[in-house]
């Protein structure tokens, strides 16, 4: 009877183990989800108003991530969307290393520089730490996540590997999906 309990104890150990992992990787997943059901509620709110929301909860989306802490939203000042043109406001993706001086990764949009971004929503990741802020120029940094690295002080700073969840949407984007085309009607 006792070597019984021996073995149930051990496979049980292993399966706890294995549990914890399994948990965080839902969680990113939940949280992955949840930046992209933000950006797609945004996206909504922007055809119908014309005017980025003021904060997530305006559009509809949830303002924290499957982990319980809250989204950072960033958002561009537009007084006009359909004839803005420029933002100020870019993505650096790919960055290798602390200063960024490396880009590689090619986005969405084809290039490792990502002009013109009226919003962008960020998750603290499996750390719960987020690690991405915007430059002194209007740059955003989005690293690998073998860089160790924390540019965001707002929610203390330790220094840990990159994982932070981003979702951004350019003012072409919007435009597109909100505005008439020129001398359509």
Known sequence: MAIVMVV???FLGIGL???KPLLKQQKVSQTRNIIVSAR????GYVISTQNL????GQAGARASDAFGKPLQYIKVNLSDLCSTTTTGLSIKEGCQDKRCSGSTTISRAGNSIISNVAVVIISGGE???IQTKITNNGTINIYKPHVEVDDYPGD???IE???DIVEYITISELKGRACPPPGGS
Not at 40 to 43: D, G, K, R
């Open 8 to 10: 149930m104890g051990f």
């Open 17 to 19: 183990s294995l549990l």
């Open 40 to 43: 797609f509620s945004i996206i």
């Open 53 to 56: 929301p003021d904060n997530l």
């Open 127 to 129: 750390n719960k730490n």
């Open 156 to 158: 203390g700073t330790r």
């Open 161 to 163: 590997t990159y994982d």
